[in-house]
């Protein structure tokens, strides 16, 4: 009998608590600003901090309150920059933005000793492995952020360049000659 009602009462208490959380969740909800969510949307949202600030988020609010500039994410290059200024109405020069360098980690496998300090610290979660077992960067993931070479105490992680395939070959924009220096 006393078990009985004190799974009544838990269970009671339980709906009732829900329900409060449930109402409270709908007026003290806040809101946001829609153009913070619309420039976080286009950011890649890896978090990889290589902008400045902790996330996509943070680097999002800073676009908006005008503490950065558009050219602020490395991996987004000038494509992401030309996005975000047409966003913001903003003024670009895009001599001052540089393409990323197609890198990616691959682990030496002789000199991998499994700490797991890299796949700890990945923030797109591109390197594989277990404690104690050798690890493997998964290409597609990798950013080339760099935070699991610097914390590889044994070196076996070095950036690479991408090699070129069928699958990620761009064709290259031509560089057109500047008015004056024109060839006929």
Known sequence: MYVLSAIVSLTLLGLFLGFLLGIAGKFLKVESSPIIDELESLLPGSQCGQCGFPG???????????????????????????????????????????????????????TCTGCTRCFKVCPTDAIVGAPKQIHAVVADACIACKKCVDVCPTECLQMHPIEVTLRNWRWHKPVLPEAGNAVC
Request: contains cysteine.
């Open 56 to 110: 996509c988020r943070p680097a999002a609010e800073a676009l908006v309150e005008g503490k950065a500039s558009a050219s602020l994410c490395p991996p987004g290059g000038s494509a992401l920059a030309e996005q975000i200024a047409a966003l913001l109405g903003l003024e670009l020069d895009l001599s001052t933005v540089k393409e990323p360098e197609l890198l990616v980690a691959r682990v030496s496998e002789a």
